[in-house]
């Protein structure tokens, strides 16, 4: 009998061709399927040798050329296709065969397929992947979810192709349906955050500090050294430097200033509201992006008002602030994201283990970053920590930077320039730690107008009172 193929990848885009030369250079054989023969002989000559990769347009060739069970992994844009390519697959697979669907697909849309599928005997996997093309190729983060069992049969490869910490691989069962997917979606609610918050620190830099792109390249190379390592902040300085093409200038001055999105961030923020999980460093990356699409009616509404003179701060002291703030938001932003998994873990049945969450993001995907080893260890110190914040190893960190992001806040208020994602992390942050909140008047007025009843600090139980005078 011919040799069989260990792995099939549906897709052949960028990442999924990027995916799939990645398992061959790790040892194993793979098969590549997808509708467009350019991309099919794209994929055969790049593989170089078709023992080792080989690929068709022909649906029953790709699933006979696979060793069973078969572990198909789709790489196609998340929706409908996703469900028109398992209809396509279906009637070529057998007991037992695995899917693996490596987009970014909706959560329930992952459960969905997942009982669809187990009807029919096959086992389904909702695994995010994270890195972009260059991770595909050299080393992603892969977040999968599914039957726990079944895993067993992919964890070679993907523990093979995935990025490396210190030799540990970023990836790991995460836990039963759609685990896999939900993490991937509040990774990406994570990314949002993250992004927002380093480029409102960009804007102070430049504003308050007439930082130019070579002195920004440099603040964020030097940062990228320190504590505040993270692929964000490498990517960030790399961007400074880059010269335009077009014109005389750097290409970053040129960028339009309107954000695009595909909808994850969004989803994470919707999720959390109902949870009832307070993720406003997220929320406010979302609504950044909404507001950036205004370009228009920001053009015209910056003509309306007046703004106030930009008052310029020491260089020095401004980076040295804006470091302090930036880490301060960066560690509130990650404990919100890592509150929402926490909790959407007990409503979902997810089972998820937050250290080995942290643990697979510390390398390959798009928020790595040296706080997550600190954040893995916290995690396995206490692995029912509701938040991060509670964590007695993250609140001398927190505590040494809050100052500074109250400075910069305050700073940002009082010029004029925009910081929602760091006033949301302070106000988060000063809200979640105190122990006294105002919203017993909010209780009183709800008791008032509406007689919703509120509860005492110093006895048990529900009262009213008649608020009315007459
Ligand atoms: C990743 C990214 C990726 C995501 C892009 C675009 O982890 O590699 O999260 O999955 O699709 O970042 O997202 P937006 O278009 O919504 O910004």
Redesign the pocket.
Known sequence: MENKYDFGLVGLGVMGRNFILNVADNGFTAFGNDIDTEKVNALITEGGDTAKVNASTDIKDFTTALSTPRKIMLLVPSGKVVDIVIENLLPHLEDGDIIIDGG?SFYTDTDRRDAYLKDKGINFFGAGV???AK?ARRGPSIMPGGNKEAYQHVKPIFEAVSAKYNGDPCVAYLGPKSAGNYVKMV??GI?YGLMQLTSEIYDVLKKGGDFSNDELHTAYAKWNQGRLQSFLVEITSEIFEQEDDLTDGRLVDQILDKA??????KWTSQNAMDLGIPIPSIDIAVSMREISALKKERITADELYNRPKVTHMDKEQLEKLTEQALYFSFIITYAQGLHQLADASKEYGYELDIAVIAKIWRAG??IRAGLLADITEAFKADKDLPNLLLSPTFVEKVQRTVQAARIVVAYGATNGIPLPGLSNSLTYFDAYTSARLPLNLIQAQRDYFGSHTYERLDREGIFHTEWEKS
């Open positions: 970014n994270s890195g972009g991770g990774h990406n990314e695009k999105q595909k909808g994850t961030g995907c798009i």
